[in-house]
């Protein structure tokens, strides 16, 4: 099992998107977008996984070349945001993000089916690979925070191109596991689809992503306007992403204990508490602290839960449509969805009502997490890793 080289691209993916993700509206600010053109162009950035994962988890599932897929995506991404540098104006910034996304949001769906074949039997050793992301993340948005007071965000883009680019060398490292392209009769994929507990996940990891819409689009410049310094705000990003480190260490014994779906309610209920408290309380640094270190429950906790339990419930030859139809419905259709309200309720009824209503939208998730998801399966029953 290449457990370095699997690690490496996760530690490069993730440390794109911690570039990305808290930085990249203050760098639109400073083209002189709007807090609600800013919210379009993330939404755009989000949207592409509506569709850009299921169409490459189709030829994945089709061809059982798992990583020659992520290997283009990789190139093709690092290629099309080269337009970025060229671009003027809202329409053609949101074409480029357009062209870029769709072959970014590509890569990672098929690169944790490619990770979870290579571990075999051995699924609960996921989260110690997929740590090295979280630690990616982490060093990227101390170092750009710390940058960012004493130079301007300009720096963004090109940073960002180098760092496209070394996910595609790094997968170029991995090798490629052939799934074997099955001769007996799969079920269909609209019989997995039709079953209520498969509709139940799907639909709270859309809640959950959209829940983090102002958190992904705005946190950075939310904070901003209560004078927290650059370099602070990136050690608060970091802080909630060593959370979630802790966690995927202890993932492996936290889900035979509890059950992936009680973990999974539980995150969706502890997420909407920390969007309460980041709303109610942004100038209280003690509050804010408590409330990234439970991006270790709201991302950490949730994100292996969910991805262990469609790794369960789609059968062999649908794997890759299914952790394309997670990434899709939750990081693309749920993201897009919270980056487009957070943008309006930001702009028309203040920074704070956005984290309210994302309070509201994981509430929604965490009851209908707690009735659709535990009804059914037995005590005992899909509580590790193992599918």
């Not at 809202?90 to 990770?115: D, Y």
Request: aromatic share 16%; with cysteine.
């Amino acid at each position: 099992m290449p457990y370095w080289r699997l690690s490496w691209f996760y530690f490069f993916y993730f440390a794109s998107l911690g570039a990305l993700i808290p930085y990249w509206a203050l760098y639109l600010e400073s083209l002189d977008f709007t807090p609600r053109q800013i919210g379009e162009l993330m939404a755009v950035l989000m949207a592409t996984k509506i569709i850009a994962p299921n169409v490459w988890g189709w030829i994945a599932d089709r061809t059982g070349r798992g990583m020659h897929i992520v290997r283009t995506g990789s190139l093709l991404a690092a290629s099309s945001f080269a337009i970025v540098f060229l671009v003027e104006g809202f329409w053609q910034m949101a074409l480029a993000m357009l062209l870029f996304s769709f072959f970014w949001n590509a890569i990672l769906p098929q690169f944790e089916v490619v990770t979870l074949e290579h571990l075999g039997g051995e699924h609960q050793r996921y989260s110690t690979i997929r740590l090295w992301g979280s630690i990616g993340f982490i060093v990227m948005v101390v170092a750009i925070g710390i940058t960012l007071d004493y130079v301007g965000v300009g720096f963004l883009p090109l940073l960002l191109l180098v760092l496209i680019t070394a996910i595609w060398f790094s997968s170029l490292q991995v090798p490629e596991y052939r799934v074997k392209l099955f001769s007996y009769r799969r079920p269909p994929l609209a019989k997995i689809l039709a079953r209520s507990q498969v509709i139940v996940l799907l639909t709270c990891c859309f809640l959950m992503q959209a829940s983090h819409g102002p958190y992904y689009t705005f946190y950075t410049l939310y904070l901003e306007q209560f004078d927290y310094p650059s370099s602070l705000i990136g050690q608060l990003w970091a802080l909630g992403v060593a959370a979630e480190v802790a966690v995927f260490l202890v993932m492996h014994r936290l889900a035979p204990r509890f059950g992936l779906e009680v973990l999974l309610t539980a995150s969706l209920a502890l997420a909407a508490l920390r969007w309460l408290a980041i709303g109610f309380w942004p100038d209280n640094l003690p509050a804010i602290l408590i409330a990234q270190l439970l991006h270790a429950a709201s991302f950490g906790v949730f994100h292996a839960s969910a991805v262990a339990m469609v790794h369960h419930l789609f059968s062999k030859g649908h794997q890759g449509k299914g952790q394309a139809l997670y990434s899709s419905l939750s990081f693309g259709a749920g993201g897009a969805f919270g980056s487009l309200y957070s943008g309006y309720f930001w702009e028309h009824f203040g920074p704070s009502s956005s984290f309210f209503v994302a309070a509201g939208v994981a509430a929604v998730g965490a009851v209908l997490a707690s009735v659709g998801l535990h009804s059914q399966t037995k005590p005992g029953r899909d509580r590790g890793f193992q599918p």
